[in-house]
């Protein structure tokens, strides 16, 4: 088996996390504990919260690379995976011409990337291309390349986030427009669904052929790592609307690209739950990230309707270290489920909890 110098544990931690995403493991439990970092506290006194210029790659692998080795001695079920958030959405409308934006994200020590709406309107879709040769598409290969070779035997990196069908399109023209073109300019919708298909499979396709596979599976900052190709899939368009518009607009191109390649994990937000049973119906779908946000009741504290909601599917949720340690010595905790433990005290503390997360049974 392939090993990290950042994960020791990675032989026990893998076929725990294979046993989840193949739905074999619905009566246990499993979490990755979050503890006080140096490098997240280091990157906070070098970047407020805001705007910033596209980072040195050779900066953000060192970055991920002391946050990891940081957390080495923790035996939960986390494996050490570099999220390229540079990449996350900014990439997508980059390519085709857009301004990509960066802002800086001290809590997690994050940059992020986005793109304000490329057209003025849908009469100058005709105009765009893909140029492989494109500043941005060059970018995107000498990031991965270093961050390969700078990650090599020591830590993952992680899949990131497809801006596909709706989402391609609210990069183009906006999300009021997308909105109103479901009705009045459907044909044109299809066409940038299209579109945005060929341009997020070749940004896939190039992931994978430069990122090895982990012992068969891909890292990911939504579940850890999965087995097989998997992408990250979003359905954030939909969260503002019925369920009907998912299954018109979203079922067939989603399950069309996670199809393509092994499966995808996806994410709802608070006011995106509606969907649940939708999305854990979609083919080729491993697991759900359930998401908080303000003015909805946290994923944990209801989470005994989204489990019961979801069937099988594999959950993933937030919970602070003083709720989670409650639930789990009162024996509350919900199986099937990923949880992701912020605010832990310590190392010491993480791995003592982990003894009891490896022998819970529900």
Known sequence: METLAYKPTLHEILPRLRSLYERRA???IFAAFDVPSAAIAEFARQYAHGFCDYPDPAERVRFWDRLFSERAAIEDDDVPAAYLSEMDQGLYG????????????PENGWISSMVAPLL?????FDSLRFDPDHVWFR???????????GSRSKFGISHFILIDGLNFAFELVG??????SLAERPEMVRRVIELAFELNAKVQDTFFEHVPLLEGGTCSNMCEWVPGRIVSESVDPFHMTSVKYLETWGREPIERMLGRFDGGV?????????????????????AIRMGDDKGFPLAFDVLDSLRARAGDMPLVVEVEYAKFADALLKHRLPGGVLYKVAKTPDIATANRFMETVREYRC
Do not use: I, P
């Open 26 to 28: 619905t009566d246990r």
């Open 94 to 105: 980059g390519l085709l011409g857009g301004k990509v934006q960066f802002m800086a994200h």
């Open 120 to 124: 003025a309107d849908w009469s100058e």
């Open 139 to 149: 970018r995107y290969l000498a990031q991965l390349d270093a961050f390969v070779r």
């Open 175 to 180: 999300a009021t427009e997308t909105y109103l």
């Open 266 to 286: 996806l994410h709802l937000h608070g006011n995106g739950r509606h969907l649940l049973e939708v999305v854990c119906s979609l083919k080729g779908a491993k």
